[in-house]
C-alpha cells in the first residue's frame, strides 16, 4: 500500500470538543467551590500555579482520564493486528480519534502543572513523539493504545493529591495510598509495557530499522520509569526496605523481618550446580546425551537440597569452631551457615544418589564442582 494512498485523520472534532469541556467544567468547578467552601478557594488563590491550577486540573483530569481510558481500551480491541505494521498507514477509527483527542487535551491543559511535577515535561515530550511518529511514519499504535488504557495508577495519584490538599491525607492513608500506586504501576503499566515490548518484538523491523529500535527503545524506557516509580513509592512509604547488612534481610511495613541469606545460598548452590554441568559439558571429548543431562539435572537438584540441608546441620560445628577462636568483639557478629559443610553434603549426596546415569564420570564432575565452588563462595557473600 503507498504510504501517501491513506493519511491518518488528526482528530481535531474531539480535540476541540475537549477543550471546550474542559473550559466549561473548569468555570462550573471553581463556582462550585467558591460558593461551598469559600475560605478554602481563597487559600488556593495565594499559589495560582501550585496549588489553583493544580487543585482544579487534578479534578478535571480525573473526569477525562476516565474517557481516556475508556476510548483508548476501544481503539485498542478495535485495532486489528494484521494492519498495525510498521510503516503501514492508515486513518483513525472513531475509538482512536477520541483516544487521541483526550489525551491531546490532556497533555496541553496539564502544561501549568508542571511548576508542580516538572517530570511531566519528559512524559509529555516522549508522549507526543510517540503520537507523531504514529501519524507521520505509520509506528505500530497498538502498543501505545495498550499503555495508555493501563493509567489506572493516576487515578490513584489524582485522590492522594486531592485529599493532601484538603489536609484529609493521614500517614496511614499514605502507606496505603503508596501500596496501591505500586500495585497498580506493576500489575497494569509495567505489564503493558511488557507485552508493548513483546508485541514490537513480534512485528519485526519492518520497513525501517531506525523506527523500530526508536520504538523499541521508547517501550524500554517507559518500563523503566515505571520501575523507578513503583520502587519509589516502595521506598518512600518504607513497604519494603533491604539491609544489605550480613546477614542481608528485608523489612516488610517495618513489622517483619525476613532473612535473604537462605535464598542466597539457595541461588548460590543452583549457580554452582549449573557451573559445574557447564564444566562437565565442555570437557568432554563426546557430546552429551539428552539421558544424560536428564540424570544430571536430577542429581544436581538432590544435591542443592542436600546442600542446603548441610549447611543447616554443620552450622553449630562451625559456630562452636568460631566461638572458640574468635575475639570478643568478633563474637558478636552474626553467624552465618556453613559453606563449607553444605558443599560436601552436595557432593555426597552426587556420589550416593541412585539416578545418575552410570556412563557419567562422577569423578569429572566432582572436579567440576570443586572448580565452581569459588562461585557458590561469591554468590554466598552476599548473604
Known sequence: MDASAARPEVPFAPFLA?????????????GFVRKINPEFFEDLKLDIRRRYDLYFGTW??????????????????????????????????T???????????????????????PELIIHHILSIAGMIGVLTYGVPRRQMYLMWATLLSEFVANTRVILKMHNRLTP??????????????IGFRVTGAIVAMIWTLQGGVGSSLVCFCVNTA???????????????????????????????RVIVADKWRISLFGIVMG????????????????????????????SLAWATLQAVVAGLLGAYVTAPIRRFAVASTATRGQRNQPTRL????GFLFAAAAFLLTPTVSSSIDKGTFLACMALSFPLLDTIDYIG
Open 18 to 30: 475537549g477543550l471546550a469541556a474542559w473550559s466549561v467544567l473548569r468555570l462550573m468547578g471553581e
Open 172 to 185: 496511614r492513608m499514605n502507606w496505603w495510598f503508596s501500596l496501591a500506586m505500586a500495585f497498580t504501576i
Open 218 to 248: 521508547a517501550v524500554a524506557l517507559y518500563m523503566t520509569y515505571m520501575f523507578k516509580m513503583s520502587w519509589r513509592e516502595i521506598s518512600r512509604a518504607r513497604i519494603l526496605v533491604f539491609e544489605w547488612n550480613r546477614p542481608a
Open 60 to 93: 478535571l483530569g480525573t473526569i477525562f482520564k476516565i474517557v481516556s481510558i475508556s476510548a483508548c481500551s476501544m481503539a485498542l480491541f478495535t485495532t486489528p493486528p494484521e494492519t498495525d505494521v510498521l510503516g503501514f498507514i492508515r486513518p483513525l477509527n
Open 267 to 294: 541461588i548460590a548452590f543452583v549457580c554452582t550446580e549449573l557451573s559445574a554441568l557447564f564444566l562437565y559439558e565442555a570437557s568432554g571429548e563426546m557430546d552429551t546425551s539428552e539421558e544424560e543431562l536428564h
Open 338 to 341: 556453613c559453606l563449607q559443610g
Open 95 to 117: 475509538a482512536e480519534q477520541w483516544c487521541w483527542g483526550c489525551r491531546a487535551v490532556i497533555y496541553v491543559q496539564e502544561i501549568p502543572h508542571i511548576a508542580s511535577i
